[in-house]
DNA sequence: CTTGACCTTGACGCCGGCGTGAACCCGTAA
DNA sequence: TTACGGGTTCACGCCGGCGTCAAGGTCAAG
């Protein structure tokens, strides 16, 4: 399959595919003329890798996750998790400090159109 | 007040104040050497702005809240505050929607180093 | 007068996830 | 042969909230 394919099944754009390759998050074969060719496979890990974006995870980050998840297939880098995990959990920690202030922010505003 | 002095009180930089100027979220008055003077309730109101923009909210959207908030206060433009409502409410849901995302993947990672 | 702390206005840099050309190769169909 | 719809590698642009010089004016103290 090559890069247009993948796009066309993944709703990805060319360019965010070739950007993955870039990061290290995605990196495919390549053919004879220098095209790069995906497995089927890699549909589903290009679903991973915009579930994790879309939660708002850094591309350095998701490397990692990948390579734990690797590591964790083979029962190898098994202590590389936990640390990855920490920074799961500060990320996870943002978020709701944010979703609180904003629900704060939202009482205010209520307040003001109340008043 | 000078800008240095509020910048001090406030835990915010002199660089940060110039730019909430620049979008219209705090314009201080000048004195006769050009010097911005802010008010002690400015105090106040950058402990908003600072809130706000920790919240993920960007400052064009805080210039319009400030702007719902005075005219909240006059009893005028109490018209605009329910999409301004609105808004929030939309960034509130992504902001719910990433954390959610955050727990499937702290979920799965936790599944992998189970495995 | 000089120093030094504080103020002023530009204006460029950074990060991160791409969009958007530019300029060029590949392979097939007409 | 020509055209065309793929592919390729640079490389700059954008957004947003500032950091960080750069090149100066202001003003009280020594």
Chains 1, 2 share one sequence.
Do not use: F, K, W
Request: proline residues 2%; glycine residues 8%; contains cysteine.
């Amino acid at each position: 399959m090559l890069i247009g394919e993948l796009a066309e099944r993944t709703g990805v754009s060319t360019r965010a595919l070739r950007h993955y390759e870039d990061r290290g998050l995605l990196v495919p074969a390549r053919n004879s003329s220098g095209y790069r060719v995906y497995a089927e496979s890699d549909i589903a890990r290009v679903a991973q890798i915009r579930a994790m974006i879309a939660a708002g995870l850094g591309t350095a980050l998701i490397v990692r996750y990948l390579d734990c998840a690797r590591g964790g297939a083979h029962g190898v880098h098994l202590d590389m998790c936990p640390s990855l995990r920490a920074e799961l959990d500060a990320v996870s920690a943002h978020l709701t400090a944010q979703a609180a202030r904003l629900r704060e922010t939202r009482a205010r505003l209520a307040h003001l159109s109340a008043a």
